[in-house]
């Protein structure tokens, strides 16, 4: 079944795009917070440099990278730290971005492992997950130039990272941004997360999602979280609806839909 999906998935298109890079990732931010917030976990945001406004990347892309790490992350980490570190490096007509997820959670032993990305897809299958949304991240990664690394210790957490070297849009001074840093406590933790009421998602939108469940389309159920739920208010939402795409559960997904459509008519 993953070799299925993994050939389902071909072939990846990469689009670069004038990108407001601040902007992104402040929504990325928005959503890793509520995410983290679903496990009692901080979530720290770190630019220790300035970071250019415009560059010409796949935004889209750049964002399923990250929130996949951000969102596994805060799955395996609890009562911890989740924190998202971007560094930018002018490089004559480019800038080489370096990114890093790290968290402080369960960790994984790698000393003895050849393939350091089979070692997590292991651990996400022995929780119910295919390992696949890692997958679709280092493949991503390197459609844009870069490769994903791992750094890990049992018990004392893992950082992901990779670096993006991407051209400038205009090269001015004031077109960087001052550097940031956010540190945000966990909320009070709900029992069962749903998809808030102010999510906007409407009848039809959520009809649609069912009806690709329905058929098992499994991309173009990545492409509806692309187009109608990448966004913080919809984040408790899109992790239970990941969880069940990473399990193949597509009856899952198809009751998730129906159930919050109900939800939203009461």
């Avoid at 990250?66 to 805060?74: K, P, T």
């Avoid at 939402?237 to 969880?243: E, I």
């Amino acid at each position: 079944m993953l070799e299925y999906a993994q050939a389902e998935l071909q072939p990846l298109a990469v689009q670069p795009l004038t990108t407001d890079l601040p902007l992104l990732l402040d929504e990325i931010s928005e959503y890793a917070i509520a995410l983290c917030s679903q496990q009692n976990n901080r979530f720290r945001y770190y630019a220790p440099e300035r970071i250019p406004r415009e560059l010409n990347l796949d935004g889209k892309r750049l964002q399923q990278v990250l929130l996949n790490l951000l969102s596994n992350a805060a799955k395996f980490t609890h009562d911890g730290v989740v924190g998202l570190s971007v560094i930018a490096k002018p490089e004559g007509d480019t800038c080489a971005l370096h990114f890093s997820v790290s968290d402080t959670g369960i960790g994984i032993d790698l000393n003895q492992k050849a393939d350091i990305f089979g070692a997590f897809q292991n651990i996400q299958a022995a929780s119910g997950s295919t390992g696949l949304g890692l997958f679709i991240a280092q493949r991503i990664v390197s459609a844009m130039g870069g490769s994903l690394s791992v750094e890990s210790i049992s018990g004392k957490g893992t950082t992901f990272s990779f670096v993006l070297w991407v051209p400038f849009v205009g090269s001015s001074e004031s077109n960087w941004s001052a550097a940031e840093l956010r540190e945000v406590e966990p909320a009070a933790q709900c029992a069962e997360p749903t998809m808030p009421r102010y999510s906007k998602l409407d009848d039809q939108v959520l009809d649609e999602l069912a009806s690709l469940a329905l058929h098992g389309r499994l991309t173009d159920i990545e492409r509806w979280i692309e187009r109608h739920a990448n966004e913080a208010a919809h984040a408790p939402f899109v992790t239970q609806l990941r969880d069940r795409l990473e399990r193949f559960d597509f009856t899952g997904v198809q009751a998730l839909a129906l159930h919050n459509k109900n939800q939203s008519n009461q």
